[in-house]
């Protein structure tokens, strides 16, 4: 993914509140989504309150952020750069290294307003790999399947044998977050994040 390059404003979203609803138009889809693989896996899919395996160093952008903060009543801006979330107080079964600092006890904490990463989580997930030289781009005609090893067992990581349609396509999804998090970066409330590219949930830096 390169943030910033090549995106085009989105038409007719200028104002915050323009934003905010094509994100919760996008976490609906996201979730329409979601729902459909989860139920062509569903033999394979072991997700279930606490498994955190997923929930590690994730990186969301200003937008997510500013969402989630803004969903629970936080300050996205004053908690920028603290760490205001405690650990988790529960081991829990596969604890994740740098957890989330949303999740408690092993469970996590906004999960009806997760980030849309979050949402994916435990999917066979399709990335685009993009190559770079000294004169830029040189090829993004490729493509990469990651997946749980904990839903998915005996996978050849070598031959995965998931087809295009059991993957959520990441780089769809990341594009139209790009293009959302352009457009907050120019509102009012974006210009607090100006040259930051990703917040971790694990302790709110940026
Ligand atoms: S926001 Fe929730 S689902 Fe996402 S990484 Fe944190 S605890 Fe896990």
Redesign the pocket.
Known sequence: MNPGGNLRPLRGVDRLADVLDRYRELASRVDAGVSHLVGAHRSRMKCAAGC?A??TR?SVLPVEWYIVRAVIGADAMTDLNEKSNSPPRALVSHPPPNP?G??RDGV?S??RD??LV?RV?GLPLRYRVVSYDETGVVSDDAFTTVWCDLNFTGQDPNRPTFTDGECFDMNALNTELDALNAAFLRTAAGHRFAGKHGVF?CDGSA
């Open positions: 955190a997923c929930c994730i989330c949303f999740l996590c906004i999960y997760r980030p979050c989580h949930l």
